[in-house]
């Protein structure tokens, strides 16, 4: 079965960077794009970028470009998204999404908590 | 880029009640909508996509349709674990773009 597993939470002082991992399983890992999504609290869902698996293409919102880098290492099935220069309000939820043209978002990982504190 | 209007925000109904949520997209993007349900704490799950098609394993009671600019998602007789915020997306292209989310709650 497909899934999606991603690392713990996280608690970054302002200006930090901080890595989400999302590990895949139960699928071909290059054959599906991922994409991330965040929710800060009590908020919406906000699209971040995706990035092509197989190529390691990426295209990113306009909102997180120089700020965001999504990579993956096809050895372990994993994609990353690194967010760089972090403020509080950058504090949120962080979900990796399988993403397909036809269905949108099937598979998602459980969430990773990133809080920015001083 | 495609922005989602999404309507009511809250809608507060009780159980058995039809319910009918609204989203617009800024542009058309033909039937490349899905329709999410996310309860507290949990990652958003899929109900609807392509607009109509019912993903498998949800209810019967959930139903989507639309195209172009103008899609609903009905639940046709709300029940207890209905009780959640439901959010559409485009998937038009690459990107994405969610709506704001509507809150349905207990009358």
């Known amino acids: 079965q497909v899934q999606l597993v991603q690392s713990g939470a996280e608690v970054k002082k302002p200006g930090a960077s901080v890595k989400v991992s999302c590990k895949a399983s139960g699928y071909t890992f290059t054959s599906y794009y991922m994409h991330w999504v965040r929710q800060a609290p009590g908020q919406g869902l906000e699209w971040m970028g995706i990035i092509n698996p197989s190529g390691g293409s990426t295209s990113y919102a306009q909102k997180f470009q120089g700020r965001v880098t999504m990579t993956r290492d096809t050895s372990t099935s994993t994609v990353y998204m690194e967010l760089s220069s972090l403020r509080s309000e950058d504090t949120a939820v962080y979900y990796c999404?399988?993403?397909?043209?036809?269905?949108?978002?099937?598979?998602w990982g459980q969430g990773t908590l990133v809080t920015v504190s001083s | 880029d495609i922005q989602m209007t999404q309507s009511p925000s809250t809608l507060s109904a009780s159980v058995g009640d039809r319910v009918t949520i609204t989203c617009r997209a800024s542009?058309?993007?033909?039937?490349?909508l899905a329709w999410y349900q996310q309860k507290p704490g949990k990652a958003p799950k899929l109900l609807i996509y392509k607009a109509s098609s019912l993903e498998s394993g949800v209810p019967s009671r959930f139903s989507g349709s639309g195209s172009g600019t103008e899609f609903t998602l009905t639940i046709s007789s709300l029940q207890p674990d209905d009780f959640a915020t439901y959010y559409c997306?485009?998937?038009?292209?690459?990107?994405?773009?969610f709506g704001q989310g509507t809150k349905v709650e207990i009358k």
């Open positions: 999404a399988r993403g397909t043209t036809i269905v949108g978002a099937a598979y």
């Open positions: 542009q058309s993007i033909s039937s490349w």
């Open positions: 997306q485009q998937y038009n292209s690459y990107t994405w773009t």
